[in-house]
């Protein structure tokens, strides 16, 4: 067999804005808000004790305080808006996921490359019914695409279906799993 390597028009390839894709849950985008408001507190707190502990003047205090009471308005305030442009797909090859506010990623992982799929929550997120669904690939130190903000049985079928998927179970056809409501 010959070597072929021929040029693709890129005009013939598929659009990838043509695909559809599923909002992450409406409760990502309160849980975005809360857990980057806890964050920042501990920034205040230090803000606070800062001219204590260190001999800087009382009077920068005013100052400190109001940079970090801007930081407490608007980084929750940034977070709620990029929690909300966050989507994903499952396509019959492959898995994206959108995200970003200023700087907008998308992510598209081929299911031959997944090794294995796990889900997490931390504490806040489980206030919400939301986990993350991480899929890793050979060779990778991390998570290689991490898809936040997803229902907890939303992500549990998505699991399952990556999982039956890349060990090439016959049940696992070209149906992906269907679509949970947000129940908001």
Same mark, same amino acid.
């Given at each position: 067999?010959?070597?072929?390597?021929?040029?693709?028009?890129?005009?013939?390839?598929?659009?990838?804005?043509?695909?559809?894709?599923?909002?992450?849950?409406?409760? %990502?985008?309160?849980?975005?808000?809360?857990?980057?408001?806890?964050?920042?507190?501990?920034?205040?707190?230090?803000? /606070?004790?800062?001219?204590?502990?260190?001999?800087?003047?009382? !009077?920068?205090?005013?100052?400190?305080?109001?940079?970090?009471?801007?930081?407490?308005?608007?980084?929750?305030?940034?977070? /709620?808006?990029?929690?909300?442009? $966050?989507? /994903? !797909?499952?396509?019959?090859?492959?898995?994206?996921?959108?995200?970003?506010?200023?700087?907008? $990623?998308?992510?598209?992982?081929?299911?031959?490359?997944?090794?294995?799929?796990?889900?997490?929550?931390?504490?806040?997120?489980?206030? %919400?019914?939301?986990?993350?669904?991480?899929?890793?690939?050979?060779?990778? !130190?991390?998570?290689?695409?991490?898809?936040?903000?997803?229902? $907890?049985?939303?992500?549990?079928?998505?699991?399952?279906?990556?999982?039956? $998927?890349?060990?090439?179970?016959?049940? !696992?056809?070209?149906?992906?799993?269907?679509?949970?409501?947000?129940?908001?």
């Amino acid at each position: 067999m010959a070597f072929s390597n021929a040029p693709v028009d890129p005009e013939a390839l598929p659009r990838l804005e043509a695909q559809s894709l599923q909002p992450v849950s409406r409760r %990502f985008a309160p849980y975005q808000l809360i857990s980057r408001f806890l964050g920042l507190l501990p920034l205040g707190f230090i803000a /606070w004790l800062l001219p204590v502990m260190t001999g800087v003047p009382m !009077a920068l205090r005013p100052v400190l305080l109001g940079g970090v009471g801007v930081l407490l308005v608007v980084s929750p305030a940034l977070s /709620w808006l990029e929690a909300r442009r $966050r989507a /994903w !797909a499952v396509r019959e090859q492959d898995v994206t996921y959108h995200s970003g506010l200023l700087v907008q $990623r998308t992510t598209v992982l081929p299911f031959v490359r997944i090794q294995h799929v796990e889900t997490a929550s931390n504490p806040v997120e489980r206030a %919400f019914n939301l986990v993350r669904l991480t899929c890793f690939t050979a060779g990778g !130190a991390g998570g290689d695409l991490v898809i936040q903000g997803l229902e $907890r049985e939303q992500a549990e079928r998505l699991r399952q279906y990556l999982l039956d $998927r890349i060990q090439g179970r016959a049940d !696992a056809s070209d149906e992906p799993p269907p679509e949970a409501s947000d129940g908001v």
